[in-house]
Structure formats: C-alpha cells, structure tokens
C-alpha cells in the first residue's frame, strides 16, 4: 500500500467528496499512473484567500482507491488553466473524514525535510507519495 498526500483547492473537494474521485492534469500522468487500488489518499487543501481572509491549509480526509487508473474528460473539476479537465482519474470511497490544521503537523512529517521552506514539498505537484509513519500520525488526529 502507498500513502499519497493529494493537493486541491476547496472548490475541488468538494466534488471529490460528492464524486468520489480525485483527478490530475495530464502532465501529472507519471505520477498517477502509479496508484493502485488499496493506495490511501490524504487529501490536502491549500491555503487560501476568499475575498481578504486566509483559509490555512487543512488535512480533511483519507480516501482508499477503488480503481486502476483511468481517463475522463467530463468537465467535473475548477481549473487554473482554460480547458483543463483533469481527466486522468482514480474512483476512491472515504475512510476518514475530518479536519486537521497543517502547519502544526509541520515539524512533525518526515516527508518536509526544509521545515522553514515546507510549501516547496508541494509546490507544482498536484500529488506525492508519503512515509507510512507520516500518514499514521495524519489518520490519529482525523
């Protein structure tokens, strides 16, 4: 089983937790191609401004994957980019649902070795894999 720290936005969970989906944009296909059924997702919202308040970066849930990997371009998820779909695709169901404020987690997660610079671990990846142990500690405070 491999661990995966998945990176969205909170307009995109909510389709995640209504689909129970997660998609990557095609120049994400190396990594998603790597997902097997069984793999644990911990989906991870980024920081956040709505209008001029901060939304921290949260922890709110562990998905298992159900499926291979598979191609849909059904426009289902928000964007940054014109025309992307996200269309390569993994069916999950929830495991655990909740919310876990990031940053405090900071010093503790092996996978963040530049504790000061940690947003670089993220930067540009829409998902990466994470030491059992990080995800172990994550599921105890869900």
Request: charged share 35%; aromatic share 10%.
């Amino acid at each position: 089983m491999t661990y995966w720290l998945c990176i969205t936005n909170r307009a995109n969970w909510k389709v995640i937790k209504e689909k129970n989906v997660w998609g990557v944009p095609r120049r994400h296909r190396n990594t998603i191609a790597k997902v097997k059924p069984g793999d644990r997702l911990v989906i991870y919202l980024k920081q956040e401004r709505e209008n001029k308040e901060v939304l921290e970066p949260k922890i709110v849930g562990i998905f298992e994957v159900v499926s291979e990997p598979y191609e849909d371009s059904s426009r289902i998820f928000k964007a940054h980019v014109p025309n992307e779909t996200y269309p390569l695709r993994v069916k999950i169901k929830p495991v655990k649902l909740g919310e876990v404020d990031f940053k405090p987690l900071i010093p503790k997660l092996k996978f963040i070795t530049n504790k000061k610079r940690w947003n670089g671990h993220l930067m540009g990846k829409a998902m990466r894999e994470i030491p059992e142990e990080d995800y172990k500690l994550i599921e105890s405070l869900l």
